[in-house]
């Protein structure tokens, strides 16, 4: 079992930055960040892969949110920029555990273990 821990969420003005952080109990393949606003679905963010960190991106933040790992800290970063009210929703990393041939990082049913979610607000 992987236990994952968020943090970083909060309260930013549009425009500004955050960074969220996810740390996890133990080893993974990937790892994802998925959001989910009130009233709406889950939907894929950002995903790093462990060996290599070869990374994907939803087109709704490419080119304003990064991604990135810490090995050695076995830890997920996601850094936001120029942020949008339309950002605000709840974070949430996610673990896929095992590689299972080809990697479907958009996924949200390919992961095995969630993290309990961090807010993220933005304020127009």
């Known amino acids: 079992q992987v236990q994952l821990v968020e943090s970083g969420g909060g309260l930013v003005q549009a425009g500004g930055s955050l960074r969220l952080s996810c740390a996890a109990s133990?080893?993974?393949?990937?790892m994802g960040w998925f959001r989910q606003a009130p009233g709406k679905e889950r939907e894929f963010v950002a995903a790093i892969r462990w060996s290599d960190g070869i990374t994907y991106y939803a087109d709704s933040v490419k080119g304003r949110f990064t991604i990135s790992r810490d090995n050695a800290k076995n830890t997920v970063y996601l850094q936001m920029s120029s942020l949008k009210a339309e950002d605000t929703a709840v974070y949430y990393c996610?673990?896929?555990?095992?590689?299972?041939?080809?990697?479907?990082?958009?996924?949200?049913?390919?992961?095995?273990?969630w993290g309990q979610g961090t807010q993220v607000t933005v304020s127009s």
């Open positions: 133990g080893s993974s393949y990937a």
């Open positions: 996610a673990a896929e555990i095992d590689e299972r041939g080809s990697w479907y990082p958009r996924v949200g049913a390919k992961y095995d273990y």
